[in-house]
C-alpha cells in the first residue's frame, strides 16, 4: 500500500524568506500527488497537483512543487513565506485517478514576525 | 464554487449516546462522500466513501455499526457515531466529489466530537 512521510511535524519560517516543506511516498509506480492547506476552522484547500509531465506544477496562493522521481519526493516551496501562510500543510496521494486520498501526517507552518 | 458544509462544526455528547453530523454541498451535486478521522498530530484517515443512494463502502477496521453513514441525497451525507465513548472523540471531516474521479475532493470545515 501507499504511504506518504512529511519529516517535519512543525516548521518555523520568518515572514519574507524561502520555505521548502518535505514529501515523501512510498509507491511503485508513480502516483497522483497532492498538496493541502488547512487553516484552523477551515477544510482542506488544494494547493496544487500532480500527475504527469513537467516536473514543476505551480499552485494557488504562489506555491509550487516540484516531483522527484529518484527521491520519491514531491516538495513545496514558496519563495517568500507571508504570515498568512501560517497553517497546516498536508501532502497527499492516489495510486490512480480512480483512488482514494492518502495523506500524510501534516507540517505545521509558523510564521514569525 | 465547490463548498462543503458541515453541521455542526462542534459537538459535545454524553458516553452512550448518539449525534449525528451533517456534511452538505452547497452549490454542486456530490455523487461521492468521505468521511475522515483527525486525530491531533495525525494525518487525515478514510473512514468510508458513499455514493448517493448506495450502502457505503468501509475502511478496514471501521466499525460500520459504530459509524453509521447515510447518503440519501447527492448534497447531503450524515455520520451518526451511536453509542458514543470518549475514544470517538477526534475531528471528523467530510468531503465531496461530482466529478467521478475520487480524488477531486472538496473538503468541509470538520466538526470536532467529544465524548465527556
Known amino acids: 500500500a501507499q504511504s506518504v512521510t512529511q519529516p517535519d511535524i512543525h516548521i518555523t519560517v520568518s515572514e519574507g524568506a524561502s520555505l521548502e516543506l518535505r514529501c515523501n511516498y512510498s509507491?511503485?509506480?508513480?502516483?497522483?500527488l497532492f498538496w493541502y492547506v488547512q487553516s484552523p476552522g477551515q477544510g482542506l484547500q488544494l494547493l496544487l497537483k500532480y500527475f504527469s509531465g513537467d516536473t514543476l506544477v505551480q499552485g494557488i496562493k504562489g506555491f509550487e512543487a516540484e516531483f522527484k522521481r529518484s527521491q520519491s519526493s514531491f516538495n513545496l516551496r514558496k519563495p517568500s513565506v507571508h504570515w498568512s501562510d501560517a497553517a497546516e500543510y498536508f501532502c497527499a496521494v492516489a495510486p490512480s485517478g480512480y483512488s482514494t486520498l492518502t495523506f500524510g501526517k501534516g507540517t505545521m507552518l509558523l510564521v514569525s514576525p | 464554487g465547490a463548498v462543503v458544509s458541515q453541521h455542526p462544526s462542534w459537538v459535545i455528547c454524553k458516553s452512550g449516546t448518539s449525534v449525528k453530523i451533517e456534511c452538505r454541498s452547497l452549490d454542486f451535486q456530490a455523487t461521492t462522500m468521505f468521511w475522515y478521522r483527525q486525530f491531533p498530530k495525525q494525518s487525515l484517515m478514510l473512514m468510508a466513501t458513499?455514493?448517493?443512494?448506495?450502502?457505503?463502502?468501509?475502511e478496514q477496521g471501521v466499525e460500520k455499526d459504530k459509524f453509521l453513514i447515510n447518503h440519501a441525497s447527492l448534497t447531503l451525507s450524515t455520520l451518526t457515531v451511536t453509542s458514543a465513548h470518549p475514544e470517538d472523540s477526534s475531528f471528523y471531516i467530510c468531503?465531496?466529489?461530482?466529478?467521478?474521479?475520487?480524488?477531486?475532493?472538496?473538503f468541509g470545515p470538520g466538526t470536532r466530537l467529544t465524548v465527556t
Open positions: 468531503s465531496a466529489s461530482n466529478s467521478g474521479v475520487n480524488y477531486e475532493q472538496y
Open positions: 509507491y511503485g509506480a508513480t502516483p497522483y
Open positions: 458513499s455514493n448517493e443512494g448506495s450502502k457505503a463502502t468501509y
